[in-house]
């Protein structure tokens, strides 16, 4: 089943320490998205990529780092310069050039400071 | 200005009630709409489409108005389990890019 997969589920960082969140997708989708949701809160975006080897900064990128080598795949690096990295995040794909078909979601990774 | 703007809610409605969100795209070159629905603490996933004719399903209903780039999605008889976060999707073919709404959430009470 295709389909767009984040993983871990749940990470714990410490402070000053940088992390990577993995998200693969095999939807054969050109564009990937990073998301970050805070409680209550909608999404921000953080970077987006719409073709391998490039990528775009989105509203909050300050502190977080992207690759785009792959087409499948799109991780998300948290720096230690991001002062307030505790969030739900979620990783997305589309095919925004094919008419009427719709985005996907990952199940989000949460990411809590310690 | 941003490229898509929802409703900012909170939507607090008692069951049975009918409620309407709006959501407006500022680039006229946009070309596929759509409803999700967020759960709390999880991914959002598709609700439906939104077809240039409008469309229906079930208690749902969604319209597009292209004049004043502008979609909408009706709830009729709400229930306690529609209560959720509903965010609208826009792609711009020309773009590559699908840009997301920040989401409006509805309570529904009983």
């Known amino acids: 089943d295709g389909g767009i997969t984040q993983s871990p589920k749940y990470l714990f960082r410490k402070e000053g320490q940088n992390v990577t969140l993995s998200c693969e997708q095999n939807l054969n989708h050109d564009a990937m998205y990073w998301y970050r949701q805070d409680p209550g809160q909608g999404l921000r975006l953080i970077y987006y990529?719409?073709?391998?080897?490039?990528?775009q900064k989105g509203d909050i990128a300050e502190g977080y780092s992207v690759s785009r080598e792959k087409k499948e795949s799109f991780p998300l690096t948290v720096t230690s310069a991001q002062k307030n990295p505790t969030a739900f995040y979620l990783c997305?794909?589309?095919?925004?050039?094919?008419?009427?078909?719709?985005?996907?979601f990952g199940q989000g990774t949460r990411l809590t400071v310690v | 200005r941003k490229e898509v703007e929802q409703d900012p809610g909170p939507f607090n409605v008692p069951e049975g009630a009918t409620v309407a969100f709006n959501c407006t795209y500022s680039n006229s070159a946009s070309q596929s709409f759509f409803w999700y629905r967020q759960d709390c603490r999880k991914e959002p996933k598709l609700l439906m489409s939104v077809y240039s004719s409008g469309n229906e399903d079930g208690r749902f209903t969604a319209q597009l108005n292209r004049a004043s780039q502008y979609i909408s999605l009706l709830i009729r008889d709400s229930k306690l389990s529609d209560s959720a976060t509903y965010l609208c999707v826009v792609n711009n073919n020309n773009a590559g890019k699908s840009t997301f709404g920040d989401g409006t959430t509805l309570t529904v009470k009983p």
């Open positions: 997305a794909s589309s095919s925004p050039d094919i008419t009427n078909t719709e985005a996907f």
């Open positions: 990529s719409q073709i391998v080897n490039d990528f």
